[in-house]
């Protein structure tokens, strides 16, 4: 006799991309590593920030309904809940254009019959001094902040799965894990493109330390390596794609940033190209609760 599913259980595979500025490879690339994480047993896919293009922001955000249908199809035709890390868009949940010519970075997640479950526009927007070749990042510039916290329910064997989604930036804000799981999350997004040298200083440390804050698994979806712009320019970013438990471990990781693989070839070893890396983990309601009794820290909570 088959074991019953343990309906406190499903399989998440976070996704590592290096997207570039040409959106049907990236699509081709998404397809492919939805269908491969599938057979591999995931029912939810969490694909990275900029996963459609990295750069090119207001063209692609021209695309952005035409871009959102085709990502909801993928979910529709394999049977499966997509979060598509983000998206630019030129309009505000309302419908309202964004003023001033700025832009929403938006994250959005499908369930398998391919409606929208829920739409998060990325509330921090990234500010600093970086000493790599752009040097200064400044996405206000370019982006309207959001306004509003989003949780969202995946169903999956029976049982609730609460998400609070954040995106990149937002790592960095305890208060805003810390909010999302005081309504009700369990697991919390983490779609990213951190710089190679802010991921590498605290890409790891971010994802541990916003688990341990909420008590909740964090999925850090991740772009790594080189980004070739149009006007000549390269972006690196860190990678590192990791699963982090409510306890602060880390249950799975791709430990690099380009996505390349060594095999042995007659006389040296050759380096074999991947358009994607998949990180696979359980994830245990169970457990997570126990582990949140044993530590009531939310019991004990008095500043917020």
Known sequence: MNNPINNTQFTIAAIQMNSQQNTDNNLADIKAAIIDARAQGAQLVVLPENCCSMGEQFATAEQFDALSATLADYARTYGIYVLVGSLPC????????????????????????????????????????????????????????????????????????????????????????????????????????????????????????????????????????DHLYKNGNTRQTWGHTAITAFDGTIINSYDDSALSKQSMGKEAVVQEQQNYEIVLATFDKSAQAQGRQKMPIFDCHRLA
Request: hydrophobic share 45%; with cysteine; net charge positive.
């Open 90 to 225: 030129v309009y505000r949940p309302d419908g309202m254009v964004v003023p001033d010519g700025r832009l929403r970075q938006v994250s959005q997640l499908f369930a398998p019959d391919g409606k929208r479950v829920a739409r998060y526009d990325k509330i921090h927007l990234f500010t600093a001094t970086v000493a790599d070749k752009q040097g200064n990042y400044n996405e206000a510039a370019t982006f309207e902040p959001g306004t509003q916290t989003v949780i969202a329910p995946i169903e999956v064997n029976n049982a609730v799965y609460q998400l609070g989604m954040m995106v990149c930036f937002d790592l960095r804000f305890p208060a805003l894990a810390q909010r999302l799981r005081q309504a009700g999350a369990d697991i919390l997004s983490a779609p990213s493109a951190f710089t190679y040298l802010t991921g590498q200083a605290h890409w790891s440390l971010l994802l541990r330390a916003r688990a341990l804050d909420s008590q909740c698994m964090v999925i850090g979806a991740a772009q790594g390596g």
